[in-house]
């Protein structure tokens, strides 16, 4: 059977509670159409890169499903009716991730160290501390109009 990623995007103003039941629902869509969501990962509420019908926030949530196409195109038909949900894209993979996705890991951010390795740039781009390169005789000789 295909095995698919799928991620939606539901409103700020609903609540987890909410969110949860819209997610059971498109779970039992995926049942009655003999597939099953093996892994459901709720991402919280995150912000958006751009406003999408008026909201600036949304509730993300991955479900990662083994089932046949036509299931997913019932899904998928759900959440275009569904006025609660933004957003939505599914893919088709080749396996599906083992253990916590992307998102749910900890940020490699903090093993960045303090970046303390540029030392102080100063106001103004940090030019100031550079040695002027001494003049050669050529550029006196054109300052001067001889040559």
Same mark, same amino acid.
């Given at each position: ?106 940020? #490699? %951010?903090?093993?960045? /160290?303090? *970046? =303390? &390795? $540029?030392? #102080? %740039?100063?106001?103004? /781009?940090? *030019? =100031? &501390? $550079?040695?002027? %390169? ?14």
């Amino acid at each position: 059977m295909p095995l698919y990623e799928h991620v939606y995007l539901a409103r700020q103003d609903l609540s987890p509670q909410q969110v949860e039941e819209l997610t059971a629902k498109l779970t039992g869509v995926i049942a009655e159409g003999g597939g099953k969501v093996t892994k459901s990962e709720y991402w919280g509420l995150k912000s958006l890169s751009y406003r999408i019908n008026k909201n600036r926030k949304a509730h993300m949530t991955l479900l990662n499903v083994e089932a046949p196409g036509p299931v997913l195109t019932e899904v998928e038909r759900q959440e275009r009716i569904n006025e609660d949900v933004l957003r939505y894209l599914t893919i088709r993979v080749e396996e599906l991730e083992e253990g916590p996705s992307a998102m749910m890991r900890k940020s #490699d %951010r903090d093993d960045r /160290g303090d *970046r =303390g &390795d $540029r030392g #102080d %740039r100063g106001f103004g /781009g940090g *030019r =100031g &501390d $550079r040695e002027r %390169r001494p003049r050669r005789d050529d550029d006196n000789a054109d300052a001067s109009g001889e040559e």
